[in-house]
């Protein structure tokens, strides 16, 4: 792993225990997987069971070795004893603190103005463009997929600020915006 992404992996709050299994950082790697594996947890639509064991399988572990362990021959037996282990667990309360910390792992801050850019719905899905995005600013492609999702995001801000692209939200924004909900 690159200095800087293992820097900013190691530096930031520690994942929660989902299903008894510590996840790991949330990266570009894991968005780009979940967004592959068409995991409603990043497509939207009703979450199964299966779907949160297959997103804890690929956040608990970096993307290449999840992506091993849904593919491995063994994976049938090793999510049938996975399955006994949590049958006691509230599953419900299970997927909704992964859904909780997901969200949470996109921090980078609003986006107030776009300079010269006319309003169009994206087509490319979301980890893709947060790659691209990366790779635009200089990031090699294999310290991109082990970045921190709101590191990239906020790096990619970030340089976009600096070329005059962006205004983003912030303490002067915020502290406007307070004022006028007061009056």
């Given at each position: 792993m690159a200095d800087l992404a293992k820097?900013?992996?190691?530096?930031?709050p520690q994942a929660p225990v989902v299903l008894g299994v510590r996840l790991v950082p949330y990266t570009v790697g894991h968005a780009i997987?979940?967004?592959r594996l068409r995991s409603p947890f990043v497509m939207g639509g009703e979450i199964a069971p299966t779907d949160l064991?297959?997103?804890?399988t690929v956040c608990s572990q970096s993307p290449l070795e999840s992506i091993r362990s849904i593919k491995s021959r063994?994976?049938?037996l090793v999510l049938w004893l996975w399955g006994k282990r949590i049958a006691k667990l509230n599953l419900l309360a299970e997927s909704d603190k992964f859904h909780v910390w997901l969200k949470d792992q996109s921090t980078a801050p609003e986006v107030l103005i776009e300079a010269g850019t006319k309003s169009k719905a994206p087509a490319m899905p979301w980890p893709e463009r947060v790659l691209v995005g990366c790779l635009n600013i200089g990031i090699a492609p294999d310290d991109a997929v082990q970045m921190p999702l709101g590191d990239a995001e906020r790096l990619i801000?970030?340089?976009a600020e600096m070329m005059g692209h962006v205004q983003l939200w912030d303490d002067r924004s915020e502290a406007v915006w307070q004022s006028q909900q007061e009056v």
């Open positions: 820097i900013l992996s190691e530096t930031g997987v979940l967004q064991v297959e997103a804890v063994w994976s049938g801000l970030a340089h």
